[in-house]
């Protein structure tokens, strides 16, 4: 598949990706949309997903596309972590060999989780960008099967399955949040959504630290930008040098994009905690984030913020989690007014 996906092939993706996956709730949020405004918040809870993450949904799609020849020869991939861990775990139910490229800037723990489901772990370089550097490198050298964390029309039509699972549980929707990285979460769920709705308001929520999406957009090509350390580490990395697909589709489906600090994506974190008794990686809690802080109006209107993944370490989660508890304490009270920013 060479041109860009379409809504047919995120329905073919959704039949063959269904025994890798599960199809996941969609929670009220009652609290959040009460403190925002909003008729009603939705949570769609891709942090409960196999291997902790909406990548599984991509990386099923590719890999169970292959013909057996393409299988024997393995599969090869680069990732900041969590399509690392989900190109691993599908290869490993289907007895195919895999390897998975990686920056030193990866947490060891998401090292750790790939190498437990059997993948190969290369890691090499300090950013995402020369990780990818050793994947065209092994990807020759090894004779294995690209399986690319977001620019491809597979990978896309996997994660856009996320957006039949909403339309057909809530098909009046008005705001769809979406974290904002590589872009194909976004390009995959928008293009389906806006084709079975084309009023539905796309929202890509991207960090401060390292925007390589929005700064690409902005430059009309891609742009490599520092890595820099972030909570939501599963959204740093560039779009890739020969971007052909995300860049273009993040243009076309996205109405409007967000920027959120570090302590807004903690807010995040720490309210679906509090509130809801969620765990999440910081990447799941930028939506979150950036309606607590008031940094899009929704006012009378029907969300849903999608909650990508829940892989982060156990000793951090509880650092960040005790750290928000202290402050709580020390204000005296834990609630929605709290968060700066969030007063009308």
């Given at each position: 598949?060479?041109?860009?996906?379409t809504?047919?092939?995120?329905?073919?993706?959704?039949?063959?990706i269904?025994?890798?996956?599960?199809q996941?709730?969609?929670?009220a949020?009652v609290?959040l949309?009460?403190?925002?405004?909003?008729?009603?918040?939705h949570?769609k809870m891709?942090n409960?997903?196999?291997?902790g993450?909406?990548?599984?949904?991509g990386a099923?799609?590719k890999?169970?596309?292959l013909?057996?020849?393409?299988?024997?020869?393995?599969?090869i991939?680069?990732?900041?972590?969590?399509?690392?861990?989900?190109?691993?775990?599908?290869?490993?139910k289907?007895?195919?060999?895999?390897?998975?490229?990686?920056?030193?800037?990866?947490?060891?723990?998401?090292?750790?989780?790939?190498?437990k489901?059997?993948a190969?772990?290369?890691?090499?370089g300090?950013s995402q960008d020369?990780a990818?550097?050793?994947?065209?490198?092994?990807?020759?050298?090894?004779?294995?099967?690209?399986?690319?964390p977001?620019?491809d029309?597979?990978i896309?039509a996997?994660?856009?399955?996320i957006?039949?699972e909403?339309?057909?549980?809530l098909?009046?929707?008005?705001?769809?949040?979406?974290?904002?990285?590589g872009g194909?979460?976004?390009?995959g769920?928008?293009?389906a959504a806006?084709?079975?709705?084309?009023?539905?308001?796309?929202v890509g929520v991207?960090?401060?630290?390292?925007?390589?999406m929005?700064e690409?957009?902005?430059?009309?090509?891609?742009?490599h930008?520092?890595e820099k350390?972030?909570?939501?580490d599963?959204?740093l990395?560039?779009i890739?040098?020969?971007?052909r697909?995300?860049?273009?589709m993040?243009e076309?489906?996205?109405?409007?994009h967000?920027?959120?600090?570090?302590?807004?994506?903690k807010?995040?974190?720490?309210?679906?905690?509090?509130?809801?008794?969620?765990i999440?990686?910081?990447?799941?809690?930028?939506?979150?984030g950036a309606?607590?802080?008031?940094?899009?109006?929704?006012?009378?209107?029907?969300v849903v913020a999608l909650l990508s993944?829940?892989?982060?370490?156990?000793?951090e989660?509880?650092?960040?989690?005790?750290?928000?508890?202290?402050?709580?304490r020390?204000?005296?009270v834990s609630?929605?007014?709290?968060?700066k920013?969030?007063?009308?």
């Open positions: 598949m060479k041109q860009m996906p809504l047919l092939d995120v329905y073919q993706a959704q039949r063959r269904r025994p890798m996956i599960r996941t709730p969609l929670m949020a609290e949309a009460s403190g925002t405004g909003a008729q009603s918040i949570l891709e409960l997903q196999n291997t993450a909406f990548k599984v949904r099923a799609n890999i169970l596309s013909d057996g020849k393409a299988q024997l020869r393995g599969v991939t680069f990732s900041t972590g969590n399509h690392g861990k989900a190109v691993a775990y599908v290869a490993g289907t007895g195919i060999k895999a390897v998975v490229c990686l920056s030193e800037h990866v947490a060891p723990y998401r090292m750790a989780a790939i190498r489901l059997g190969e772990v290369s890691v090499k300090h020369e990818e550097k050793n994947y065209q490198a092994l990807t020759i050298s090894e004779g294995l099967v690209p399986v690319v977001f620019d029309p597979l896309i996997g994660q856009g399955t957006a039949l909403i339309m057909e549980k098909p009046d929707t008005d705001v769809l949040m979406i974290p904002l990285s194909g979460l976004l390009a769920i928008a293009m806006k084709t079975i709705n084309p009023g539905i308001h796309i991207s960090l401060e630290q390292s925007p390589a929005l690409s957009l902005s430059a009309g090509r891609p742009i930008v520092e350390d972030s909570i939501a599963s959204l990395g560039g890739g040098d020969e971007n697909y995300t860049l273009s993040v076309k489906f996205t109405d409007e967000l920027l959120i600090s570090e302590a807004e994506i807010d995040g974190m720490f309210y679906l905690f509090d509130r809801h008794r969620l999440v990686e910081g990447a799941a809690a930028v939506g979150i309606l607590l802080n008031r940094k899009i109006n929704v006012k009378g209107k029907k993944g829940s892989s982060i370490d156990s000793d989660y509880i650092r960040i989690i005790q750290s928000r508890l202290s402050s709580g020390e204000r005296g609630s929605f007014s709290d968060v920013g969030s007063q009308p």
